[in-house]
């Protein structure tokens, strides 16, 4: 009796994981570039009631007896299906239309990746740079953060579908600057390690950094749009009455298993 107590409290501890992970996809169903995550489960150790048995003949049964000692949180893993493109007004939101990630340098000196693409134009002492919406610097094609030089006017500067930066020339028609948004993408993007500020790192899961360009990817830069949450609020709702139901139903194998351990006390002889 005391088993279905355990496995059943273990089912309850792993739907409360399901519940957190839920919550917090809802609360960053309007988080730019946020990727919705999922918890994937795994069953426990089985115990052997019994290993061989025989039928009325003596013949071996083929089925032996095994039960289940409950299910625990295997991994929460990010789902990184497309985004919708939302307009924006920002002169440098820029969006990715496909595989990749954008690249900031952290203050610690490593680097981020996101697909948050929400950037602007920072002064500095030797012009101007390119930063995400917390100050840190982009990553160009060529590994070094995206600066402009001082005497351009930042207002003129527009980026084609590949992250190539133009500019106006004297008879103001846009050339490239020479400088490329750079993009990364992973052998497996699931194992990035997530922080916060939609903001990941990368892991031993993930692999090693590849760094592309758009037009390497495959992808295009979009401007003047922002990739939105790809969080489902029907999808999520219904995860969560499931998981509602699941933690529900546990609960009361606990409660089933507490009222026939009572019953089993109160035998008299």
Do not use: C, H
């Not at 032996?64 to 939101?93: E, H, K, M, T, Y």
């Not at 693409?117 to 030797?126: C, E, I, L, R, Y």
């Not at 600057?177 to 390690?193: C, K």
Request: hydrophobic share 35%.
């Amino acid at each position: 009796m005391m088993r279905s107590l355990w496995t059943a409290a273990s089912g309850m501890i792993a739907q409360q994981t399901n519940l957190d992970t839920i919550s917090n996809n809802l609360s960053n169903i309007n988080t730019t570039g946020y990727k919705t995550e999922a918890v994937n489960f795994k069953s426990l150790l089985y115990q052997t009631i019994q290993g061989k048995s025989y039928d009325s003949t003596g013949e071996p049964k083929p089925v032996g007896a095994q039960v289940g000692l409950g299910v625990r949180p295997a991994a929460i893993v990010s789902d990184f299906n497309q985004g919708p493109l939302l307009a924006s007004n920002g002169s440098f939101d820029y969006a990715i239309q496909g595989e990749g990630f954008f690249q900031v340098r952290l203050n610690d000196g490593s680097i981020g990746y996101t697909r948050n693409g929400n950037f602007n134009v920072s002064v500095t002492g030797d012009g101007m740079a390119l930063t995400d919406s917390n100050g840190y610097p982009v990553i160009a094609a060529n590994g070094q953060p995206i600066t402009f030089p001082a005497e351009i006017d930042a207002s003129k500067l527009s980026v084609d579908q590949y992250g190539n930066f133009m500019y106006p020339d004297a008879t103001g028609n846009a050339q490239q600057m020479g400088i490329q948004i750079g993009l990364a993408r992973f052998p497996n993007p699931a194992g990035l390690d997530r922080t916060m500020d939609t903001i990941m790192k990368e892991s031993p899961a993930s692999g090693a950094v590849i760094t592309s360009t758009a037009d390497q990817l495959g992808s295009q830069i979009v401007s003047g749009r922002l990739e939105g949450s790809n969080v489902q609020a029907v999808d999520e709702m219904v995860n969560m009455i499931v998981a509602q139901r699941a933690y529900e139903m546990n609960s009361k194998a606990i409660t089933a298993s507490d009222e026939m351990l009572q019953q089993a006390n109160n035998l008299r002889s």
